[in-house]
Nanobody, 126 residues
Framework: QVQLVESGGGLVQAGGSLRLSCAAS????????MGWFRHTPGKEREFVAA????????YYADDVKGRFTISRDKAKNTVYLQMNSLKAGDTAVYSC???????????????????WGQGTQVTVSS
């Protein structure tokens, strides 16, 4: 089993920044991709960003590209999401996810991921 624990959420004014962290523990010897998704009540879960564990290739949703940066620390089994120029529309619960192996689906597809964190609230006031 793998446990994922997010931190770093909070309340910030529009235009501000936050940095989310997600630490993986347990059976972390097999990490293929880690990603961030967000969810707002009444809307479907939305892909935000992902990073391949070995090569560090990054993937972003169009509306966060240029504002958010995903990175990883392999020694700490931790993935980060640096969020700059935050907008009210970024308000959501942000969850990290971990995929243990490649499947025939995109990194943007939640079905790729095997483990999920509980989520951390990000609120952007306008």
């Amino acid at each position: 089993q793998v446990q994922l624990v997010e931190s770093g959420g909070g309340l910030v004014q529009a235009g501000g920044s936050l940095r989310l962290s997600c630490a993986a523990s347990g059976r972390t010897f097999s990490i293929y991709v880690m990603g961030w998704f967000r969810h707002t009540p009444g809307k479907e879960r939305e892909f935000v960003a992902a990073i391949s564990w070995s090569g560090g290739n990054t993937y972003y949703a169009d509306d966060v590209k240029g504002r958010f940066t995903i990175s990883r620390d392999k020694a700490k089994n931790t993935v980060y999401l640096q969020m700059n120029s935050l907008k009210a529309g970024d308000t959501a619960v942000y969850s990290c996810a971990l995929a243990t192996r490649s499947k025939v689906m995109s990194t943007r597809d939640g079905a790729l991921y095997d483990y999920w964190g509980q989520g951390t609230q990000v609120t952007v006031s306008s």
